[in-house]
């Protein structure tokens, strides 16, 4: 079984739709085993995208991020990654298939619902950013 993790994102919670996507998670078959609503500090967001430090959107995504509160969801399922990042689509919800998570409720590319790991390693290590495996 693999872990990833999905971040349903401030704009996403804002518009009241983390219940629809956490349905949409659901119905594909995934396992939660462990889910929590908080609100990022600059230090966590810093930390946590640290990997686009370098990139010129990197201080616009940790503000965005600490806009307002976000869900936190631990997955499981096999080829959980893959399977989540094509439930969620397109990082650009223009480009996004439709009936995925952001051609349904994301608004730009970086006001996108969700995060979801890129691979199966960091799904691991990202899962253990926000849970304690006595959490899971």
Do not use: W
């Not at 995504?61 to 509160?69: A, E, I």
């Not at 936190?72 to 080829?79: D, F, G, H, P, R």
């Amino acid at each position: 079984m693999e872990r990833t993790l999905c971040i349903i994102k401030p704009d996403a919670v804002k518009k009241k739709v983390q219940g629809s996507i956490t349905q949409m998670i659901l119905d594909a078959g995934f396992n939660i085993i462990g889910m929590k609503m908080l609100h990022l500090s600059k230090k966590q967001a810093r930390k946590f995208y640290e990997v686009h430090k370098e990139r010129p959107f990197y201080n616009d995504l940790v503000d965005f991020m600490t806009s307002g509160p976000v869900v936190t969801i631990a997955l499981e399922k096999e080829n959980a990654v893959a399977d989540y990042r094509n439930l969620i689509g397109a990082t650009d919800p223009a480009e996004a298939k439709d009936g995925t998570v952001r051609k349904l409720f994301a608004n730009s590319k970086q006001e996108n619902a969700v995060h979801g790991s890129d691979s199966v390693e960091n799904g691991k290590i990202e899962v253990g950013f926000f849970f304690a495996e006595s959490e899971l």
